[in-house]
């Protein structure tokens, strides 16, 4: 018979996306609505396991949340508990405090987790696991990379804030006859700037899984400029890059899972296609406007359903598991399945083919 849990925790990791609360909210109510249970939420990620910072969840917390962007709970991408900085007598250690994080939710008879977050709160979800702690994984981010997803929440928000920001630069790159280059989020996956730049009628798409040859580029917007049409829209993902060169690095965080921070490239683009082009060229990076906002009711959906299948997933006995959504449904994958891979853009995507099919560049 499935292990009947009295009280669980739950927790969002890594950078924040529309949707997150839609998640907390589902967990919360179907855990007390449905199995009686208590909740408790972990404050900032691992970092708040780590401090101890852990809170009852009551039935009122989770309302009036489901359209509130960010998360209610506090999130950090910097805080490993299997390597986690701690300094004496003027030494950094990488340590691993992991033991600390299960005691702090034993204290609290805390039987099970619910980690919400990316590829590194899955890495130490399943490390966790292989402690013995109950836990279950959503997945969350706005760049659609989860390896055994098919979609992520957030995604469909950021596409839809990029989407409309693509809109905007039409207009005054029309009236003012120019090259406007969109920067959208992605990190090393070509998803954002895929479905955005479909979506906006990008004529030139650039993704890190495609290096654009420079000339290509310069090309297209000339032909397009000899036939006419005197502005263009290029959509770049900040993890594009040219054939034979590199992303752009614009920062390291420090014990971040990930320490690169992408960024900058449409600026580096620009300056370059003014050079080979001679048409004015302007720079628009969305930055973190992606990641704000409220959640579309797409991701409002797929955060109440992945929310609600994780508690049905604990409420059978099962753990270890990532909850995904395959094939037009629900399912879920060991978290393990997950680490070490992301999932990008195939050059065979029928996007981008039906993209191609209406005349739009990918820089090659
Ligand atoms: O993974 C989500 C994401 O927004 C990426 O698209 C981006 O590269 C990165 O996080 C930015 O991270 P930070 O919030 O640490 O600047």
Redesign the pocket.
């Known amino acids: 018979m499935a292990r009947r849990f009295r009280k669980i925790a739950v927790m969002t990791g890594?950078?924040?996306?529309p949707g997150l609360n839609a998640v907390i909210r589902a967990v919360t109510k179907t855990a007390i609505n449905k199995y009686g249970m208590e909740v408790w939420g972990v404050e900032d990620g691992y970092l708040g396991l780590i401090e101890d910072r852990i809170h009852r969840l009551h039935f009122s917390d989770a309302s009036n949340i489901l359209t509130v962007g960010g998360t209610i709970l506090g999130s950090s991408?910097?805080s490993n508990p299997f390597a986690f900085p701690i300094s004496t007598n003027g030494r950094t250690r990488l340590t691993d405090v992991s033991g600390l994080c299960m005691s702090n939710l034993a204290k609290r008879g805390i039987e099970a987790l619910i980690a919400i977050g990316?590829d590194g709160t899955m890495a130490s979800a399943g490390e966790f696991a292989k402690k013995g702690l109950t836990i279950m994984g959503v997945p969350k981010?706005?760049?659609n990379?989860i390896y055994g997803t098919d979609i992520t929440f957030?995604f469909n928000t950021?596409v839809n804030t990029a989407t409309d920001a693509i809109d905007k630069v039409h207009t005054t790159a029309s009236s003012h006859h120019r090259v406007m280059i969109v920067e959208?989020?992605?990190?090393y996956a070509g998803w954002?700037a895929l479905h955005a730049g479909a979506a906006g009628g990008a004529d030139i798409i650039l993704m890190p899984e495609m290096p654009y040859d420079i000339e290509v580029v310069a090309e297209c917007v000339l032909a397009r400029s000899k036939k006419g049409k005197r502005f263009s829209i290029v959509v770049i993902a900040?993890?594009a890059k040219p054939k034979g060169g590199s992303m752009v690095v614009y920062?390291r965080?420090k014990n971040?899972p990930d320490p690169?921070?992408?960024?900058g490239v449409s600026s580096i683009l620009a300056d370059q296609l003014e050079r080979v082009t001679r048409l004015s060229c302007r720079a628009v990076n969305l930055?973190?406007v992606?990641?704000g906002g409220s959640p579309t009711p797409f991701d409002r959906i797929l955060g109440t359903n992945f929310g609600f299948h994780a508690l049905e997933l604990l409420a059978k006995g099962a753990t270890n598991r990532l909850v995904v959504w395959k094939d037009g449904k629900l399912g879920d994958i060991p978290i393990a399945r997950t680490a070490g891979k992301t999932k990008t853009v195939k050059r065979n995507d029928s996007l981008i083919l039906a993209a191609k099919g209406v005349g739009t560049s990918f820089g090659i």
């Open positions: 890594g950078g924040d996306c991408n910097t990316g981010t706005i760049d990379d957030g950021a959208v989020m992605g990190r954002i900040e993890g920062k965080v971040s690169i921070r992408l960024g930055g973190h992606q990641r």
